[in-house]
């Protein structure tokens, strides 16, 4: 997979200081006891996992930028997490499997090719900084791809689904790419869309 060097902001992109947080469906609360990531659909082996099960297996740590399709980067971001790809090997993918759609809590989603979530550098977070997930940032956890924008990053993660065929998640639906790459500036399908404006969570 094609990679860029790091620390090198991609075209279009500006740095802030902090993040804003966006919330598309609002903020959902999140019962820990019963909080389950599973993961599903073209595997040989369904799986399932409680927070404390994830935490006990983190093995990445590094630092990374986040971009925003909106045009704001923040530099430098510490993240704690679990290779997706370590995952996705406990469960068997099948050979049919070409995309993963990732669900959130609050009945949100996102589309992902295989090959993007399956890249060495594409985790489950569970820490930023040093400290878990805010609850505006998508505790208990998310996926992060440093190499897509941010939207792909869903909050809230209740499960992460292997299937053949695209279909749009929640903003793909509005004209938003199906990939997502911040290198190739990947921000609407067929680079031509708009932004719909929303209100941030400050």
Same mark, same amino acid.
């Given at each position: ?12 992109? &500006? ?5 804003? /947080? ?13 909080? &389950? ?29 986040? /971009?925003?399709?909106?045009? %704001? ?40 090719? @295989? ?10 977070? @569970? ?7 805010? &609850? ?19 909050? %809230? ?13 929640? %903003?793909?639906?509005?004209?938003? /790419?199906?990939?997502?790459?911040? %290198? ?10 708009? /932004? ?7």
């Amino acid at each position: 997979m094609e990679t860029k060097q790091d620390n090198v902001l991609p075209p279009g992109q &500006r740095y802030i200081k902090k993040f804003i /947080h966006y919330a598309a469906l609002g903020v959902p609360k999140v019962e820990l006891n019963s909080y &389950r990531l599973k993961v599903s659909g073209l595997v040989e082996r369904e799986l399932e996992f409680n927070y404390d099960e994830l935490l006990k297996m983190i093995n990445v740590h590094y630092k990374k930028d986040f /971009h925003c399709v909106t045009g %704001w980067s923040v530099k430098d971001v510490e993240w704690d997490g679990i290779k997706i790809k370590d995952l996705l090997d406990m469960a068997k993918v099948k050979d049919s499997a070409k995309w993963v759609i990732f669900y959130s809590l609050d009945g949100y989603s996102s589309i992902v090719p @295989l090959e993007d979530v399956i890249s060495d550098d594409s985790i489950i977070a @569970l820490l930023v900084n040093g400290k878990p997930l805010s &609850r505006e940032q998508g505790f208990p956890a998310r996926p992060f791809m440093p190499h897509l924008y941010g939207w792909k990053s869903a909050k %809230w993660l209740t499960e992460i689904e292997l299937v053949q065929n695209y279909v749009d998640g929640y %903003w793909e639906n509005y004209g938003y /790419h199906e990939r997502g790459y911040v %290198w190739d500036e990947e921000r609407f399908k067929g680079h031509n869309g708009k /932004h719909s404006a929303k209100r941030p969570i400050l």
